[in-house]
């Protein structure tokens, strides 16, 4: 049921005689074969498995293809993992960080692999969890996601990664500007809904360090006890901000047993199994047990489904212009056209 690498895809190759050289920089005392596998998904940051002298690690880096220059920072997502570190410890911890383009012609990182169950769009057919247990599991990993807003962002010295109150605005400001400027010609507009979230702001609820896409599939259980979460996984997006904002990210890939064909086909975690919470339940008890409050929760619901149509459509842009040749995102254009949809109806029920 461990998490396990498999080929890699074509055009993502790492040269293996680059990166054991590499190794032996970073890592002397190891020798031995290589052997380079990669992680499933991989939209946006890809992931890698490199095992050598018996001991696997990770490395992560950015897309191949024509990237932002502001987008994808590695070190960024790789010294915040560091900093988090020691006062939360679901972080794996980072062996080196390599800003030399000569290597591997981007910046990239290395960290220790975390070995447990990742839950994927589906959970590995050897575990079965029943009911109860898994709703266990799902309280587990809501409760590490609490526990992140909990964390004391001075004592980290992440508190430089926020900009001060206003962050609603700035995310509202900022994702509809990216949406547009990642708008194909066959895409719709999402005009109401940039409208609607424009005029519906809210005032920050306060400031925490958040994750920005915390699901199932970027945490890692104990595969010896599966109701434990031991890790967390994928920074690339943290920052300091508003941590109801990050609760409304994640309830975007809440896809439930009820929910319509059209959301089902885009689920990637587990979250339609007997046990698990309703997006309902979720958003109940995490404002009780944070001790947030809030009269509704429609607008943070809304902006999580516009901000992933934003990243679909962003990563849609880069097939659609030649970028990319990955056909798994040729049909991307589909899935932000459904999430207007069910953006609409939520304004609506709101109305």
Known sequence: MVDQAGNVR????????????????????????IVI????????????????DKQDFILRR??????????????????????????????????????????L??????????????????????????????????????????ELHNVDIQATGLDSLGKGAGYVERQIVGWSDRYVKAKTDDATDFDKVMKWLKDNMPQDCGQSLIHNDFRFDNVVLNADDPLEVIGVLDWEMAT???????????????????????????????????GMLSRQEV?????????????????????GLFRLAVIIQQIYYRFYHGQTQDKRFAGFVHAARYLETRCLRLIEKES
Not at 17 to 31: A, G, R, W
Not at 45 to 50: E, S
Not at 66 to 92: F, G, Q, W
Not at 119 to 135: A, C, I, V
Request: charged share 25%.
């Open 10 to 33: 074509p055009g993502e190759e790492l040269d293996p005689s680059v990166i054991k050289e590499y190794f032996k920089q970073v890592l002397p005392d190891i020798s031995g074969d």
């Open 37 to 52: 596998t990669q992680f499933p998904g991989g939209a946006s940051n890809l992931t890698y498995q490199v095992s050598i």
């Open 62 to 103: 950015p897309p191949f293809g024509n990237i932002a220059k502001s987008a994808h920072d590695m070190l960024r997502e790789a010294k915040i993992i560091d900093a988090l570190k020691p006062v939360y410890p679901y972080v794996p911890k980072i062996i080196s960080m390599c800003d030399d383009h000569g290597i």
């Open 105 to 146: 012609g981007c910046d990239f990182y290395v960290m220790e692999k975390l070995n447990g169950i990742i839950p994927r769009q589906n959970m590995p057919k050897e575990l079965t969890l029943d009911k109860t247990q898994t709703r266990t599991l799902c309280l587990g990993v809501l409760d590490k996601l609490i």
């Open 240 to 274: 300091v901000g508003d941590p109801l904002m990050d609760l409304g990210n994640s309830l975007a890939y809440w896809v439930e047993a009820g929910d319509e064909p059209q959301f089902q086909m885009m689920r990637r975690q587990p979250t339609h199994l007997a």
């Open 283 to 303: 958003i109940d008890y995490y404002l009780e047990k944070s001790g947030r409050k809030v009269a509704s929760f429609a607008f943070y619901e809304i902006y």
